[in-house]
């Protein structure tokens, strides 16, 4: 069973990011929680002003909470629970999230405070530098209608294997095809024979049929060369893991992430490594 941990700030893309996940973790099966922080600075205006201020702040977002999780319990089945919180945005969600060991961040990619020099946002980047539970960022004009195929773009880990290991359980109820690419620039490009090997060990230990590999050589713009690729495949969802090294850093950068349109429209599933 699930535990999906969805951030509302009562913006149109928290809003739609809550729809997306509740409609995934209707099929997935499992539990919601949501949580809406007050920011510092929010609480330290409330503050300085009467107390009442921010007791009136602390109601009204309490009722709207409420009043989204009963929404959802009564649409989708299963329990919804919510809770408030003060402090940093990106620390507050990853540490609740690390802290009561939940499965999922689902969280939209725009919110206040939107920084538009990335598609992604700055709060959710920061997020992700965070979190020790895999996060799934939803933009605005996504909707959930299932997932047929699934793009894994790797820059050969040997966690590899326990990441697909993961996304094999996670989109199974799907029965998704999952198109793993890896890309390289050619001066660290596996050859043939390494790469024939490794999908024949990883094959063998996931023993998940639909899976197609690829072998993608990207000389200047990987960032272009996966959104290509996705494009091609008509995937409806992107997976990275994120290392503590590695081209994730690129992708999602400002300086690329303007020039990835696919990010606009399409979620990404963001696995951590772990040690």
């Not at 969805?6 to 099929?27: G, H, M, R, T």
């Not at 933009?139 to 040997?158: E, I, N, Q, R, T």
Request: glycine share 4%.
């Amino acid at each position: 069973m699930d535990r999906f941990l969805c951030p509302v700030d009562f913006s149109a893309y928290s809003l739609n990011a809550l729809e997306y996940a509740a409609k995934l973790l209707q099929i997935r099966k499992g539990s919601m929680m949501l949580i809406h922080i007050f920011t510092e600075k929010e609480f330290t205006q409330a503050i300085e002003g009467e107390e009442s201020d921010f007791n009136d702040l602390k109601t009204h977002a309490k009722e709207k909470l409420r009043s989204l999780s009963e929404e959802i319990e009564n649409e989708y089945g299963f329990e919804c629970d919510f809770v408030l919180s003060i402090g940093n945005m990106e620390n507050t969600i990853s540490n609740y999230a690390n802290k009561h060991d939940y499965d999922l961040i689902v969280m939209g990619t725009q919110g206040h405070g939107y920084n538009r020099k990335t598609i992604i946002g700055s709060r959710t980047l920061r997020t992700l530098k965070h979190a020790a539970v895999p996060v799934l960022t939803i933009p605005l004009d996504a909707d959930f209608k299932g997932w047929s195929s699934v793009v894994y773009a790797s820059d050969y880990s040997d966690k590899d294997n326990i990441t697909m290991q993961k996304l094999v359980s996670f989109i199974y109820p799907f029965r998704s095809r999952i198109n793993f690419v890896h890309v390289s620039h050619s001066k660290n490009f596996l050859s043939e024979r390494s790469y024939e090997d490794f999908k024949s060990e990883l094959s063998t230990f996931l023993g998940y049929e639909k899976i197609s590999y690829y072998l993608k050589e990207y000389k200047k713009d990987i960032s272009s060369g996966i959104e290509e690729f996705v494009s091609d495949q008509k995937g409806e969802l992107l997976v990275l893991l994120k290392r503590k090294r590695n081209f994730f850093e690129k992708i999602l950068s400002s300086s690329v992430s303007t020039e990835i349109s696919y990010l606009s429209t399409h979620p990404l599933l963001i696995y951590q490594e772990q040690d």
